[in-house]
């Protein structure tokens, strides 16, 4: 490989064009996914990577919805399945099953989880005003991890709390 | 470009001077004691060198004797930075060919005033 | 030109924290009292006052003077050594530190043992009749009278013929001048030789100049302060000025005094008003650069990510072998541009070459993390010396193996086990003077240091020569603490054992030395979670030996690979006796459903992988899977699992991290295929299982009770 060649494909600083993109938005931006046929979103600035289904290394004695472990570029991430916490539609592994993987600090301590859900829709931009509370009305999803919700034409998007999403269950004793 | 050893064994001290000095865009050659200054003096030319006195294996009024002897460093100016101000140590430094010296605490404006004495 | 210096301030610390080091350990050696020891102490005494002077810590600079004082006159041999300075020395060191971690945690410390150590000092030096305490070391920098009006100041300079051969040269002195205002030069060739006996080393002109300036007497001579002892310098102030006429006021400096002791007393004062606003304002600088530091990131982080000293050495091989992986990289991409078979032979030799340079390039950065365990044992001199005169006993510290490296987490969690280890040496080990001289042993108790590298872990031994300990009052205190029956029967290591059971201390009294509710047990477990273990070996009479091995590092393990069902296990190497396949008449079902394993004498229990961590496993019967016999504290147990895999040294990484602590775990690592692989936690699975085994006594009554019999 010529590196000259190469050197020469590298654009330079400046050389990037930014027309076209929209950065400038007003309000907050949500990653929203697909749990059974309900919506769900997540603060777009929580999500380090989306990546596809691999089966993971199991975790001994752990909880239900913890899969296991993967390697993330030498990072070693948990991997939950959210269907399994929320307790919502089938956990089965599909083509078309991710794995979203958030990073968020907490009280000094950051931490970069991957949770399994079906399927990855839409980037939805929702002012804080359009953000209502959400109805506590049981459903299979606790309260504290709800942010709000949103109404997106007919239907209704779940915002979920990162903070809560990430707080782990503690090991069976046995 | 002028070149300038510096040789001190307290490392913070040496960094200092080293930064002070490159800041005033000076290029500057470190070395932990005597013994390293004298033999990177005699691979290389400076067109000034600043040593601490006190200092393991070989000290700066030792080295300064030692570099005079150098046919590169007979009129190269050669500044002791140290605290210890009294006339003794001053005498012992001429007698050993110092040029000058720098008292310490050392003061990055002053020490940049005060070079400017022996090189140009 | 300003210069911020405050990013040298850390490194400035880490130097006076290694000086003090220095400092101690040097005084405690110089009760043999030599020159060179002296100096040394001087100069890292010297070195800290002259950092702390420039970035204006004043507190240390004054306290530092005063023990540079005191050790300049030792130096100078004006004053005996002795062992009352010593000991004052070492309080001053302990000041000296106090006020620097001061510096580093940006809080004030207590002053009363500081100024208390300050007094003594005094008087200490007003003892010796010699001593002045010249404050005018600080003030030879810029003297500024209050001259406000411009003076024509006349100057005539005439150099000595060498003065050239000093590295001076008159025409940087003239423009130096020259910034003070304008001047004129006129040169005087008169003792020029005829040309044919001119030495073009020497200097034969001599110089006139005027100079209109604002400058004062004081601030003309500073620009020839270098030069004053080789040359006569005669500097006046015009006649019309001046008030006594008689003559004009003439400053001929002599050429040995040479001195700014005879500066008037007006101009001394402007002096250090002007040195203590130097000092102001640099320490006000600082203040303001520190607490934007501490706003940025919590302080307690801070003291965590610790940084280390690399020799160049090392990055210079790190370097080399980055190169060498850089070739081996491109001649691997050349050969992949277009590949053919017939170039296989040369693709493995490739590989094979990345293989040594991953490999090297590995073994070169885990070296960077390696000290020498001379960190860990450089504070053991001063706690010696200081416990043994609180105890009234004669010890004599000798260390051996200092340069023995190890990796810097564990040198940092081994100090204080090691600490305990010493402690104990020193108040159960060593006996009193007369006590020893009793038994027929010198006076002096001596307690030994000892590290080594033996295969993959470092061993440290703590060996003393005093009384050993005393195995049937070991036993007893065990049977009555209730830690063993008092039928059983037991050999010497096994008691010797005993004592690092929890809650145990032989001694009568608890001391303040080493009975401070910290046992022998916490000294175990810290070891032990780090990976290493204790042993204990005591003879009546001879004294005794405690043996600590402890990995090389945390960062990188040899382990075996285990199947159990589908997934792969990591067992470190270390914790492995042998691994066996089960011989179905050595298998033993006691108690129901626990199994033992017949290893020659042993019985060994043996731990179904599987059941434990919950998972499927391809052979549920003992005599189809193969054993895996471990060891971890003394206890042996079988891993049942279903196929040995590869030996590998694997890198450690944390399941804390983005997950929690998970129980039998001690982390996990990425397999050459990407794949992540837990790591066996062999104590922790040992626990788990008695746990269980404990859980199931409820069920089965005491089960669980003869398993304890058996396992221990």
Redesign the interface.
């Known amino acids: 490989?010529d590196i000259q060649a190469l050197a020469a494909d590298v654009p330079v600083e400046g050389e990037y064009s930014l027309e076209g993109i929209d950065f400038i938005t007003s309000g907050e931006q949500y990653l929203t996914f697909m749990l059974n046929d309900e919506q769900y979103g997540i603060d777009i600035l929580c999500v380090e990577e989306i990546r596809s289904w691999e089966v993971?290394?199991?975790?001994?004695?752990?909880p239900d919805d913890v899969c296991?472990?993967?390697?993330m570029r030498?990072?070693?991430?948990?991997i939950i399945d959210l269907r399994k916490k929320f307790n919502i539609g089938e956990a089965v592994y599909s083509e078309t099953t991710v794995v979203v993987v958030l990073t968020h600090e907490y009280e000094?301590v950051s931490?970069?989880?991957g949770f399994v859900v079906d399927a990855v829709s839409d980037v939805l931009d929702a002012d804080e005003s359009e953000i209502k509370k959400s109805p506590a009305f049981g459903g299979c999803v606790p309260q504290h991890c709800i942010n709000g919700i949103v109404n997106v034409g007919d239907t209704v998007v779940t915002l979920l709390d990162v903070t809560s999403l990430q707080q782990?269950e503690?090991?069976y004793k046995? | 470009m002028t070149k300038i050893l510096v040789v001190d064994d307290s490392n913070s001290i040496r960094d200092m001077v080293s930064f002070t000095l490159k800041s005033a865009g000076y290029e500057t050659v470190e070395a932990k004691d005597g013994a390293e200054g004298l033999s990177t003096a005699r691979s290389n030319s400076f067109d000034l060198v600043i040593s601490d006195v006190n200092m393991p294996n070989m000290d700066g009024i030792t080295l300064c004797g030692e570099l005079r002897k150098l046919d590169d460093f007979k009129f190269t100016p050669i500044l002791m930075l140290t605290t210890e101000s009294s006339g003794d140590m001053k005498l012992k430094g001429k007698a050993a060919g110092a040029t000058g010296w720098l008292v310490k605490p050392f003061n990055p404006e002053k020490l940049l005033a005060t070079i400017k004495r022996v090189i140009r | 030109m300003s210069v911020d210096l405050s990013q040298f301030i850390p490194s400035f610390l880490e130097e006076s924290f290694e000086g003090l080091e220095l400092m101690e350990s040097s005084l405690l050696n110089l009760e043999q009292g030599d020159d060179e020891t002296i100096n040394s102490i001087f100069r890292a005494a010297h070195s800290i006052k002259g950092g702390a002077g420039t970035f204006g810590f004043e507190h240390v600079t004054e306290f530092t003077h005063l023990v540079e004082t005191l050790l300049d006159e030792m130096r100078d041999g004006r004053r005996e050594i002795t062992q009352n300075d010593v000991e004052l020395l070492l309080k001053s060191v302990d000041c000296m530190r106090l006020l620097i971690e001061a510096i580093r945690d940006e809080q004030e410390c207590d002053r009363t043992e500081i100024d208390e150590t300050a007094k003594l000092l005094t008087i200490a030096l007003n003892q010796t009749a010699s001593v002045d305490v010249d404050n005018n070391e600080t003030g030879s920098g810029t003297t500024n009278q209050q001259v406000t009006q411009n003076t024509l100041w006349d100057i005539t300079f005439i150099p000595e013929h060498h003065l050239v051969q000093t590295g001076n040269d008159p025409l940087l002195l003239f423009n130096a001048l020259a910034d003070l205002g304008p001047i004129t030069v006129e040169a005087n060739c008169k003792d020029l030789p005829p040309i044919t006996d001119i030495d073009p080393t020497e200097l034969y002109i001599s110089w006139h100049l005027t100079l209109d300036s604002a400058a004062s007497e004081e601030d003309i001579r500073e620009v020839f302060e270098w030069v004053e002892d080789e040359c006569q310098l005669i500097i006046s102030q015009p006649v019309k000025d001046q008030q006594d006429s008689q003559q004009p006021e003439e400053i001929v400096i002599d050429k040995q005094g040479g001195d700014f002791t005879s500066v008037s007393s007006a101009s001394d004062s402007s002096e250090q008003v002007l040195a203590s606003a130097v000092a102001d304002n640099a320490s006000s600088t600082l203040e303001s650069t520190t607490t934007t530091k501490s706003q940025k990131q919590p302080s307690k982080t801070k003291a965590d990510v610790g940084s280390i000293r690399v020799g160049v050495d090392k990055v210079d091989s790190l370097i080399n072998l980055v190169g060498e992986l850089v070739i081996t990289q491109s001649m691997l991409s050349e050969l992949g541009n277009d590949f053919d078979l017939s170039k296989i032979e040369r693709l493995t030799s490739g590989l094979e070459q990345l293989l040594q340079n991953t490999k090297e390039l590995q073994e070169s950065v885990m070296r960077i993390r390696m000290l020498p365990i001379s960190f860990a044992f450089n504070r053991f001199p001063r706690l010696v010396h200081d416990l043994s005169n609180k105890m009234n006993k004669e010890i004599e510290l000798v260390l051996k193996g200092e340069q023995t490296e190890l990796d810097k987490t564990v040198m940092e969690q081994i100090g204080d086990p090691l600490t305990h280890l010493v402690r104990n040496a020193v108040d159960h080990g060593i006996e009193t003077a007369e006590q020893r001289l009793a038994s027929g042993k010198p006076a002096k108790g001596v307690i030994t240091l000892d590290a080594y590298h033996q295969g993959g872990s470092i061993v440290i031994e703590i060996s003393d020569d005093g009384s050993g300990i005393n195995r049937q009052a070991v036993f007893d205190k065990a049977v009555e603490k209730g830690v063993v029956d008092k039928n059983t029967v037991l050999n010497d290591n096994q008691v010797f054992d005993l004592i690092f059971e929890p809650g145990f201390s032989t001694a009568k009294e608890i001391s303040d030395i080493s009975g401070r509710g910290v046992g022998m047990d916490v000294v175990k477990k810290n070891i032990q979670s780090l990976g290493g273990r204790i042993q204990v070996e005591s003879e009546p009479g001879k004294g005794s030996t405690f043996k600590v091995n402890l990995p090389l590092t945390l960062a990188i393990l040899d382990g075996q690979l285990v199947r159990v069902g589908s997934e792969t296990y990591i067992i470190p190497l270390i914790t492995i006796v042998e691994s066996l396949q089960a011989k179905p008449e050595h298998i033993n079902r006691v108690s129901g459903d626990m199994l033992l394993y017949r290893l020659r004498e042993d019985n060994v229990p043996i731990i179904p992988v599987c059941k434990l961590f919950n998972i499927d496993a391809e052979h549920q019967r003992v005599e189809d899977a193969l054993l895996v016999v471990v060891e971890s504290d003394g206890q042996k147990v079988g891993l049942m699992v279903d196929d040995l895999l590869a030996q590998q040294q694997v890198v450690i990484k944390s399941l804390q991290d983005n997950y929690q602590q998970v129980e039998g775990i001690s982390g996990a690592t990425i397999l050459g295929d990407g794949s992540v692989a837990m790591i066996l936690d062999i104590p922790g699975m040992i626990t788990m299982a008695m746990n269980n085994a404990s859980q199931s006594q409820q069920k089965y009554g005491d089960i669980a009770k003869n398993l304890e019999g058996v396992m221990s």
């Open positions: 490989m993971p290394t199991k975790i001994p004695n752990s296991g472990v993967i390697n030498g990072i070693i991430v948990p000094g931490r970069t989880i782990l503690p090991h046995r």
